[in-house]
C-alpha cells in the first residue's frame, strides 16, 4: 500500500473512531487496514492512535497528521483531476432529508450516475443531526436554519410551506377564515423524531409569527402518514408545499389561510469545517442545486 492509500486507511479511521467500519468503509479486510495504520507509525516514529477495547481516538500527533492528511488527499485529487480530466470516482456517503429526497432528488438520481459513473453512492437518510465526521458521512442535506457551527452549511433552496385539508374535512368543519376561525378545528400531529415534540403550526400573523397547536385527532412521525391523513380528513396540516403539489392541482386537498404562511424554510448542504471538499462532494452539491433550480423553474414550490 503507498503513502497516500495508507493516508486515506488512516483519515477513515479517524473519521469512523474504528478499524472495523473503517474497513466495511473502504471494502478492504480489517487486517489491512490495521496494518497499514501500524506501518505509519513504524515510518512516523509517533503514535498516531489510542486504542482500547471499545474506543479508537487520534492521539495529538494523530489529530495534526490527520488534517495534513486530509489537506494533501484534498490537494491530490483535485491536482489528478484538473490535468487528467479524470472523471470523479471512489465511495460518495450523504445523509438526506428523506421525503425532500423521494420527491425531488431520486427522480432525477439516474442522471447523476450516468454523469458520473465512477461514484457509489450510498444514501441514508434521517432528519436528526448527525455528525459526518464520526459517522463517515461526507455530506448531509438538511431543512431548517442549520445550528452546529462547526459544519460549513451551502444553502441550496429555500421552501414554502402551506397549510391544507381535505374537501371532506371543509365540509364537516368550515373553512377557516383566519387564525380566529380556527377555534373548533382540528389538526394531524406530527411528532419530530429531532425533538421528540409535536410540531404546532407555524403562521405570521400582523407580520409576526405564531404558533398555534390544536387538537390532534391523530399523531404520526412519518411525511407520507402526515399527508395521508389530511387527505382521509382526519385535520389540518402544515407542510412543504412541494409534497402536495399533486394534491392541491386535484384537487384532493384545498390550500388554506393564505397570506399567514411562515417565512420559507432554507435547505442546505452541511459538510466538515474541517475538510476540502473532494471532487466527489463538490459534484454532488452542484447536481443537487441544479435539481433544487429545475424545480423552482417548473413552477414546483418546495420544502
Known amino acids: 500500500m503507498d503513502r497516500l492509500d495508507a493516508m486515506r486507511v488512516f483519515t477513515r479511521v479517524v473519521d469512523r473512531r474504528s478499524f472495523t467500519l473503517a474497513a466495511a468503509d473502504l471494502g478492504l479486510p480489517r487486517s489491512t487496514v490495521t496494518d497499514a495504520v501500524k506501518q505509519l507509525e513504524r515510518r512516523l516514529g509517533v503514535r498516531l492512535l489510542q486504542r482500547t477495547t471499545r474506543h479508537v481516538r487520534p492521539t495529538l500527533d ?5 488534517r495534513r492528511c486530509l489537506s494533501l488527499i484534498a490537494d491530490f485529487e483535485e491536482a489528478e483531476s484538473a490535468f487528467s480530466g479524470a472523471s470523479p470516482e471512489g465511495q460518495l456517503r450523504v445523509d438526506v432529508h428523506g421525503t425532500l429526497a423521494r420527491h425531488l432528488l431520486l427522480p432525477r438520481l439516474p442522471e447523476f450516475l450516468r454523469r458520473y459513473p465512477g461514484i457509489d453512492l450510498f444514501m441514508s437518510e434521517s432528519d436528526r443531526l448527525v455528525d459526518p465526521v464520526r459517522e463517515g458521512i461526507d455530506c448531509v442535506l438538511r431543512v431548517g436554519v442549520p445550528r452546529d457551527s462547526d459544519l460549513v452549511a451551502r444553502s441550496v433552496a429555500v421552501l414554502e410551506e402551506v397549510v391544507c385539508a381535505s374537501p371532506a374535512y371543509l365540509d364537516r368543519f368550515g373553512i377557516p377564515a383566519g387564525p380566529d376561525g380556527l377555534a373548533g378545528h382540528r389538526m394531524v400531529g406530527f411528532r ?4 421528540g415534540t409535536v410540531l404546532p403550526l407555524a403562521l405570521r400573523i400582523g407580520g409576526e409569527p405564531r404558533t398555534l397547536t390544536l387538537p ?10 402526515l399527508v395521508a391523513c389530511a387527505r382521509a380528513g382526519l385535520g389540518l396540516i402544515q407542510v412543504p408545499r412541494y409534497h402536495v403539489a399533486a394534491d392541491l392541482l386535484q384537487g384532493t386537498l384545498i390550500s388554506l389561510l393564505h397570506g399567514l404562511e411562515p417565512p420559507p424554510i432554507p435547505v442546505s448542504i452541511l459538510y466538515p469545517r474541517s475538510r476540502q471538499l473532494s471532487l466527489r462532494v463538490r459534484v454532488f452539491v452542484d447536481w443537487v442545486i441544479s435539481v433544487f433550480a429545475a424545480s423552482q423553474a417548473g413552477g414546483v414550490h418546495r420544502d
Request: aromatic share 6%; net charge negative; no cysteine.
Open 62 to 66: 494523530g489529530e495534526a497528521y490527520h
Open 192 to 195: 419530530s423524531s429531532a425533538t
Open 216 to 225: 390532534a385527532t391523530v399523531t404520526v412521525n412519518a411525511a407520507e402518514s
